[in-house]
T-cell receptor, first 113, second 115 residues
Framework: SQQGEEDPQALSIQEGENATMNCSYKTSINNLQWYRQNSGRGLVHLIL?????REKHSGRLRVTLDTSKKSSSLLITASRAADTASYFCATDDSMEYGNKLVFGAGTILRVKS | DAGVIQSPRHEVTEMGQEVTLRCKPI?????LFWYRQTMMRGLELLIY????????DSGMPEDRFSAKMPNASFSTLKIQPSEPRDSAVYFC?????????????FGQGTRLTVV
């Protein structure tokens, strides 16, 4: 079952513009992670934000988390053509024996040069 | 480390045949996950192991699917008998620690086509 739901499903922007993707989830979490997937490849971890954090930055990435609304957003600033990929949020339904990562449906980002 | 290694990268098989997918996690990682990705259903968690023990297999679709982790460096996902609706990309991922909060490292996936 999928925990996170991203929107939009697809996003097309011009190089240099900012891209914002949103993720909503249903149950309480320990942390939320964002991943990127290039076509035909495995997922690559981008950033993790814990439930007691509200915002986190990594290079051109900015992630926010609002646990009261059960939502998160990923902002990519000054986008590049190389950012074209699918982006997924994953919630950590941590259990006693390790983290259980459940992924959303993803947002397909296309950056036009 | 070479990362999570999956084999084969591509598999084409006929309906009814047995299919075995293989995964070698990153050395030292304690948790291993099997996911299935399709256009219709997205990325589904099938099963995950912690310290070689299956913790949650609630995502395994049917009894035709089984997974094992005989040791810390090897896991298999078997489908017997295979059906066309099993066609998908199957990913294996591993994480370094138990207790939550660590990033998952994914293999390149196995693209399975059942004809």
């Amino acid at each position: 079952s999928q925990q996170g739901e991203e929107d939009p499903q697809a996003l097309s922007i011009q190089e240099g513009e900012n891209a914002t993707m949103n993720c909503s989830y249903k149950t309480s979490i320990n942390n939320l992670q964002w991943y990127r997937q290039n076509s035909g490849r495995g997922l690559v971890h981008l950033i993790l934000i814990r439930s007691n954090e509200r915002e986190k930055h990594s290079g051109r990435l900015r992630v926010t988390l609002d646990t009261s609304k059960k939502s998160s957003s990923l902002l990519i600033t000054a986008s590049r053509a190389a950012d074209t990929a699918s982006y997924f949020c994953a919630t950590d339904d941590s259990m006693e024996y390790g983290n259980k990562l459940v992924f959303g449906a993803g947002t397909i980002l296309r950056v036009k040069s | 480390d070479a990362g999570v290694i999956q084999s084969p990268r591509h598999e084409v098989t006929e309906m009814g045949q047995e299919v075995t997918l293989r995964c070698k996690p990153i050395s030292g990682h304690n948790s291993l996950f099997w996911y299935r990705q399709t256009m219709m259903r997205g990325l589904e968690l099938l099963i995950y192991f912690n310290n070689n023990v299956p913790i949650d297999d609630s995502g395994m679709p049917e009894d035709r699917f089984s997974a094992k982790m005989p040791n810390a460096s090897f896991s298999t996902l078997k489908i017997q008998p295979s059906e066309p609706r099993d066609s998908a990309v199957y990913f294996c991922a591993s994480t370094p620690g138990q207790g939550g909060g660590t990033e998952a490292f994914f293999g390149q996936g196995t693209r399975l086509t059942v004809v």
